[in-house]
T-cell receptor, first 115, second 110 residues
Framework: DAGVIQSPRHEVTEMGQEVTLRCKPI?????LFWYRQTMMRGLELLIY????????DSGMPEDRFSAKMPNASFSTLKIQPSEPRDSAVYFC?????????????FGAGSRLTVL | GIQVEQSPPDLILQEGANSTLRCNFS?????LQWFHQNPWGQLINLFY???GTKQNGRLSATTVATERYSLLYISSSQTTDSGVYFC????????????FGTGTRLQVTL
């Protein structure tokens, strides 16, 4: 398997623009997670899905953030409108709970810079 | 509140040295994982270890759940071990909602 695939790897945009980050999880995995990493706050869980259903979105910072998982092989994280404080590395991770051990595999991340 | 504390925050080693990284957590857990973030930012899962001891090559980990700590041992360190080591735990009972510690930044020099 190619692992967890994220795109774009880098995005530079201006304040107020819409940003869409994409993730393809590992085939067969039933959990998908979106994390954000910043120097100030470290790694934070934003939202996670189980079998394409959002389970916990309590980490989503505000209404400007939304995430969808229309099928088992694709998820998006959207920020609209973007603000400079959204600048961070956004990671997608997936896992398979089948053995009872929810071991996360991370993608390479999407580095977002909002000017 | 819920806390995951890692120590030391920074560590510099010469190649070949051994080290122990510590993770203390404030509540009972049913999922604990160690990750390595390399200098290029990639997060790699090292261990799933909610309890007990595991070994993988030069790395080993031990979690004593009753005393709320986990240790990561690195033996005969190499420059490729450099990066940040994170402990992540789930306190919710779902085994899914991992809270990450602030990490230990390791630099291995020649």
């Amino acid at each position: 398997d190619a692992g967890v695939i994220q795109s774009p790897r880098h995005e530079v945009t201006e304040m107020g623009q819409e940003v869409t980050l994409r993730c393809k999880p590992i085939s067969g995995h039933d959990y998908l997670f979106w994390y954000r990493q910043t120097m100030m706050r470290g790694l934070e869980l934003l939202i996670y899905f189980n079998n394409n259903v959002p389970i916990d979105d309590s980490g989503m910072p505000e209404d400007r953030f939304s995430a969808k998982m229309p099928n088992a092989s694709f998820s998006t994280l959207k920020i609209q409108p973007s603000e400079p404080r959204d600048s961070a590395v956004y990671f997608c991770a997936s896992s398979f709970m089948g053995t009872g051990a929810n071991v996360l595999t991370f993608g390479a991340g999407s580095r977002l810079t909002v000017l | 509140g819920i806390q995951v504390e890692q120590s030391p925050p920074d560590l510099i080693l010469q190649e070949g040295a051994n080290s122990t990284l510590r993770c203390n957590f404030s509540d009972s857990v049913n999922n604990l994982q160690w990750f390595h973030q390399n200098p290029w930012g990639q997060l790699i899962n090292l261990f799933y270890i909610p309890s007990g001891t595991k070994q993988n090559g030069r790395l080993s980990a031990t979690t004593v759940a009753t005393e709320r700590y986990s240790l990561l041992y690195i033996s005969s360190s190499q420059t490729t071990d450099s990066g940040v080591y994170f402990c992540a735990v789930d306190f919710t009972g779902t085994a899914s909602k991992l809270t990450f510690g602030t990490g230990t930044r390791l630099q291995v020099t020649l």
